[in-house]
C-alpha cells in the first residue's frame, strides 16, 4: 500500500505590516516570511475504502473535518474525482494557536504529499492557489525558504535566503487567536512600522546586524497590549541576553535570533528554568522544497 512521510515546517516572520483593511473585512498585509526547521511530521498512509481518516497525537488539534490538512485532502480528492481514501496521521512538535502556522503547514504537506503519492502533477504554483483556498498562509508553507508575502499574505516574492541563524523560541503557556488579534488592531497602539526595504536589503546582503535592526511585527504592540504575560515573557529574553526578540505573527510565540550555536543552548538553558511557557531551539531553514 502506497505510503509516505513528509516534514511539515513551521514560519516565522521577520517583519509583519497590516497596511489596512479591505471591504471583504480581511487585512492587508505586507511581511517578510521565514521557514524554520521546527516541523511537524506528516504519515499519509493509502487506503482502499474512500473517505478520509485523520488523527493527531495533540489533544487540541481536530480529528476531524476541522483540521485544516482534512481540508487540504478533501479538495484534492474532490478535484481530481480520487476513488480511493487516505489515512492521515499527524506528529505536532509545533505548539499550536502560537503564530508558526503550525495548522496551515499541515495543510500545506497534505498538498504536496497527495500530490506526490497519488501522481497528480500539480504543479507548485497550482498548488499554492489550492492553498490560497484554504489559508492565508499556505501558499507560503508550500513555498517555503525567504519570501515578501502581499495581499491577504498569499502574493509572494521569494527573495534571497536569510542566512542560517539560530533561534530560541519561548511559547508563552496561552493559546491566542489570529483572528482576535487582527480583530483588536488599531495603528494608535503601534509604537514602530516596520521598513521592508531596509529588511530586504540586509538579506540580500547577508548582513546579520542589518536583519536584526529591521525585526518589526506591528501586531507585537497588540498582542503585547492585551496580554501582559507575553510582554512579561518578552522582558525576561531581552533581560536574560543581548539577543533582540520579536514575537511571530500574531502571537503569543515569541523568538529570538542568535550568532552561534553554543550561546543558543546556553541561553535556552538559562530560559527554560525562567519563563513559563515551552522553550524550543532551532534555527532558520533557507532551502525551498
Ligand atoms: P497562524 O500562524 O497561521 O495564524 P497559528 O500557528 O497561530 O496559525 P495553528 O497552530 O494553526 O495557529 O492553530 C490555530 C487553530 O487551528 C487551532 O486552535 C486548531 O483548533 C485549528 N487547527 C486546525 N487544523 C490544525 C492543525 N493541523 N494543527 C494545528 N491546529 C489546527
Redesign the pocket.
Known sequence: MNQLSIPAYAKINLTLDVLGKRPDGYHEVEMIMQSIELHDQIILKERKEKGIKIS?NHP???QDE????YRAAELLIKEYGIEKGIEIK?I?N?P?????????T?AAGVLKGLNELWGLGISRDELMKFGARLGA?IPFCILGGTAIARGIGTDLTPISPLPEMELVLVKPGI?IS?KEIYSKYKPELVKRKPDLRKMQEAIECRDLEGVKRNLVNVLEDITLYYYPQVAETKKIMENLGTYPVLMS??GPTLFAIIDSKREADEYAMKLKDRVMGQVIRTRTRSECL
Open positions: 493527531c487540541l488539534v481536530p476541522g483540521n485544516l490538512a499527524i505536532k509545533i499550536v494557536a502560537a503564530g508558526l502556522a503550525g495548522g496551515s499541515d498562509d493559546d489570529t505573527g500574531s
